[in-house]
């Protein structure tokens, strides 16, 4: 595979997995609690996915041709108003990461290294990608911490459970070497795990 297009599908894989695990950590509370907020200076998960619906919506939609920061977005709304339903907070979530998925599904290898603008801030495609892979993890990391302070009862592990590290370690050096995208195996392992 050339590199540019497995760059390409490992950013995609990387997109997908980060979009599980928050949707995986969501899965585990209850409606009330992803609209729970600790204090004035907390965002809730509904507020946190607000603000990643607006960030996507904006810098994805028409990624190769105009400014990532559109001039309809209202950023400053994205903290002040959170969706009231558990059923719009998916659907701005889906909706999210369908237009970054579409986005994605444009970009050839011959665009790579072209110049688009974020706030009139020039970045190759490359780094205009990486900026909101480094991004969306973060938010979602958020989510996912909230999310196991806020469950009232034993949470699902997304990742490696505590003391499980050597059997996961053996079980992965009991098999050939390969070459493959880590994410492989854990959008596997996810998919796979049936929240309680």
């Known amino acids: 595979m050339e590199a540019t297009t497995a760059y390409i599908e490992s950013v995609r894989k990387q997109f997908q997995y980060y979009k599980m695990l928050g949707e995986k950590a969501m899965s585990q509370l209850e409606p009330e609690q992803l609209f729970y907020s600790a204090n004035d200076d907390t965002n809730s998960i509904a507020i946190i996915v607000k603000h990643l619906h607006g960030n996507m919506m904006s810098r994805w939609?028409?990624?190769?041709?105009?400014?990532?920061?559109?001039?309809?977005?209202?950023?400053?709304?994205?903290?002040?108003?959170?969706?009231?339903?558990?059923?719009?907070?998916?659907?701005?979530?889906?909706?999210?990461?369908?237009?970054?998925?579409?986005?994605?599904?444009?970009?050839?290898?011959?665009?790579?290294?072209?110049?688009?603008?974020?706030?009139?801030?020039?970045?190759?495609?490359?780094?205009?990608?990486?900026?909101?892979?480094?991004?969306?993890?973060?938010?979602?990391?958020?989510?996912?911490?909230?999310?196991?302070?806020?469950?009232?009862?034993a949470w699902d592990s997304l990742s490696i459970p505590r003391n499980s590290s050597k059997q996961y370690n053996a079980d992965k050096f009991s098999q050939e070497k390969t070459v493959r995208n880590f994410t492989d195996n854990e959008l596997n392992r996810l998919s796979n795990t049936e929240n309680k």
Not at 91 to 97: L, P, R, T, V
């Open 61 to 153: 939609t028409d990624f190769l041709t105009s400014d990532g920061e559109k001039e309809w977005r209202n950023r400053d709304d994205e903290f002040e108003n959170p969706y009231t339903n558990k059923e719009t907070l998916l659907q701005k979530w889906n909706e999210g990461w369908e237009c970054l998925f579409k986005a994605l599904d444009t970009v050839t290898a011959d665009h790579l290294h072209h110049i688009i603008y974020i706030r009139n801030e020039g970045h190759t495609i490359i780094e205009a990608i990486n900026r909101q892979l480094a991004h969306y993890p973060y938010h979602i990391g958020q989510i996912v911490f909230y999310g196991k302070m806020l469950k009232q009862s």
